[in-house]
């Protein structure tokens, strides 16, 4: 008998623009993945998500009250901007997924009054009202007759849910149904968009079967240009480009001692540059780390040739000389060496111009 078939739930992740799509187009060249990168996945890390969650149920659980207050801002997440996208991907299913999800590792459930003034400050004002009017008592009479607890605001359902031992095999449950819904083919590997944080994504491993990560990062002068001329045009301001010793400040901290920079057999890193002047050795290195056998469609999706132009951008934009000898003094240990390919004829195109592999069609217009 063979060895039987593990696919992978594969990641393409970065610190937001540094370039991580090129793994999702590199791995779209093989018939062995499954690539699902209609947004970012990123439930797990976003702000109120999976792993804000689990922490303030386990770690950082006080009492049972910041417990509460994590399953309601999860409840809202999910009913919110971000459940948006969930939603279109599964049918309308993610809020009833998200809902099963709590039900599932909530220990117990009453009604009560769970105001905390810092989450809730309108509901911790109608209690001290509710109390101080004497309504209190009078429901309480209510719920004696009735012989059961009875909602009726401020008084709300509240649950606890205080270290939940089977919370990871209920969030990869979760990943699992969102996945299915979108179509996933259990005989192939999975490529994400953004499932796990560069800066730390075996937080998350935990969520999801059989993760892997590729952390993808780029120059930092090359990350300033394309800051100052794409992003910001653009309104995406991720970064601070005014001040550059803010932009290497924030851009060393991200990166700093962070558990990403160790390769294991989950987390690989690569370099943008790589992908494009040793594309030969790094689609070896990305072929290894997912176990993948044959490149049937090779640069199909992901053309070195084109990307090139979206490298060494800091030599074509003079106005930022000062601030590029700034980076250079700053972050030495994250410059990529172009000096070793000095003696390729490279004919440089538009590094913003209209690029048919996008596949969202965004145009890139420089300023």
């Known amino acids: 008998m063979g060895v039987p078939f593990l696919a992978y739930t594969i990641g393409a992740c970065g610190f937001i623009a540094t370039g991580s799509s090129v793994i999702s187009d590199f791995l779209k060249e093989f018939d062995e993945n499954q690539t699902l990168d209609r947004f970012e996945f ?17 770690t950082g659980n006080m009492k049972y009250e910041s417990g509460l207050a994590a399953i309601q801002r999860f409840r809202k997440l999910s009913r919110g901007y971000a459940g948006r996208e969930y939603r279109n991907v599964t049918n309308g299913q993610f809020e009833k997924f998200a809902g099963e999800f709590l039900d599932s590792i909530i220990q117990g459930k009453w009604v009560g009054t769970g105001a905390d003034p810092t989450v809730d400050p309108v509901r911790h004002f109608a209690v001290r009202l509710f109390r101080k009017t004497r309504l209190d008592r009078k429901h309480y009479q209510r719920e004696r007759k009735k012989g059961c607890d009875l909602c009726s605001y401020p008084l709300q359902e509240i649950c606890y849910a205080i270290n939940p031992e089977n919370f990871d095999a209920e969030a990869k449950k979760l990943t699992g149904r969102i996945l299915e819904s979108m179509g996933r083919d259990p005989e192939k590997n999975v490529v994400l968009d953004q499932p796990f944080a560069g800066n730390n994504p075996q937080a998350a491993f935990g969520f999801f079967e059989n993760p892997k990560a590729i952390i993808v990062d780029r120059d930092p002068r090359d990350y300033f240009v394309h800051c100052n001329v794409v992003s910001y045009p653009l309104g995406y301001r991720f970064m601070p480009i005014r001040d550059v010793e803010a932009f290497v400040d924030l851009y060393r901290r991200q990166r ?23 594309y030969e050795k790094t689609a070896e290195r990305i072929m290894r780390f997912c176990g993948l056998t044959e490149h049937t469609n090779p640069k199909k999706y992901f053309k070195p040739e084109m990307s090139v132009n979206n490298t060494q951008l800091y030599r ?18 994250y410059l990529y060496d172009y000096s070793k390919y000095e003696d390729r004829n490279i004919d440089f195109g538009n590094p913003f111009g209209d690029n048919p592999l996008n596949r969202v069609g965004r145009k890139w217009k420089s300023q």
Do not use: C, W
């Open 42 to 58: 990123k439930l797990s890390y976003q702000t109120d998500g999976l792993q804000d969650l689990k922490y303030h149920l386990t």
């Open 256 to 278: 700093k001692n962070q558990p990403y920079r160790v390769d294991s057999e989950q987390v690989m890193n690569i370099r943008f540059e790589d992908m494009i002047y040793e």
């Open 316 to 333: 074509r934009y003079p106005q930022f000389a000062g601030q590029i000898a700034y980076i250079e003094k700053e972050l030495p240990e």
